[in-house]
């Protein structure tokens, strides 16, 4: 595998940054995920665009280089390559070792891929099966703290949720996605997910009001509903509110639309309204990236 750092495609094992990077000092940094079909990133514009902001609120708006989407493609090309998860990292890059930032700065810019199955109507999951969920005791940063709506390295808040699955699961096999709550206990969204339930009234998931991430995944998914003519609702709910769904399904880049079997052990499952959309993100890909 090569990977495109700061420019300059290498070789994975050569692929290095600096110790001192505020990206790995501090989390000082931006990130977007994202899959690409067919050799094309999957609604770039969205992404670049989230990047865009991030680093606009971290400060370093200018660190973004214009032709990010020339290195995803060589990056690509590179490793020959056409169905993939590839990560987009800028950060601060090298600076003194101090906790306020400089004014000027020299980004560090990494891109990297994985390769992954065909997507669209002929594609393959990447996921083994229905997503088993389960309610933690973390819960999610206040935007007041730090802004939710930013992709940053800092992922504590995620990682945290995900370790208390494994401490729960005892040695067994822990659940798939951990569910966080905010503070005042609204459902809120998944480690690295976002989350989907549907009602008797249509399809429900938690207001980008609250401290979340609206992921792309989750934008392309209330289009499609809404082109359907689906009642789509966006606002605060209880975790009953989950558990007592007709259906439920979590949605990222990588998994695109994974439905939820189980929330604290009790059973959800896949209904029409989750196939029917899986199918519609199929023939979206097929039709703009085969």
């Known amino acids: 595998m090569h990977y495109h750092v700061d420019g300059d495609l290498v070789p994975a094992d050569e692929a290095t940054v600096s110790v001192r990077d505020r990206g790995f000092m501090y989390g000082d940094a931006v990130f977007e995920t994202l899959r690409a079909y067919g050799g094309d990133p999957f609604a770039w514009d969205a992404h670049r665009e989230r990047l865009q902001r991030t680093a606009e609120t971290l400060g370093f708006a200018e660190a ?63 996921w083994d099966g229905p997503a088993s969920v389960q309610t933690v005791r973390t819960r999610r940063i206040p935007s007041e703290a730090v802004p939710a709506d930013a992709k940053t390295h800092n992922y504590l808040n995620g990682i945290l949720g995900r370790l208390e699955l494994r401490n729960a699961a005892a040695g067994g096999d822990p659940a798939d996605e951990c569910l966080l709550r905010d503070t005042d206990g609204n459902v809120v969204e998944g480690a690295t997910s976002n989350l989907f339930f549907v009602t008797e009234n249509g399809l429900r998931t938690p207001s980008a009001d609250l401290d979340l991430l609206p992921g792309v995944t989750r934008d392309v998914v209330i289009d499609l509903a809404r082109a359907e003519d689906f009642p789509v609702e966006t606002g605060h709910y209880s975790l009953d509110a989950v558990r007592d769904a007709d259906e439920a399904f ?16 009790i059973s959800v499952g896949t209904g029409p309204m989750t196939k029917l959309l899986q199918r519609l993100f199929d023939e979206r890909v097929e039709a703009e990236h085969y």
């Open 250 to 265: 979590l949605t990222n880049s990588t998994w695109e639309i994974r439905p939820v079997e189980s929330v604290d052990g």
């Open 64 to 126: 973004v280089p214009e032709d990010l989407r020339e290195r995803v493609d060589e990056t690509l090309a590179a490793n020959d390559i056409t169905e993939a998860y590839v990560r987009l990292s800028v950060s601060r890059g090298v600076q003194p070792g101090k906790l306020t930032p400089d004014p000027d700065v020299d980004p560090t810019v990494v891109v990297l891929c994985k390769e992954l199955p065909r997507g669209g109507r002929d594609g393959e999951r990447v």
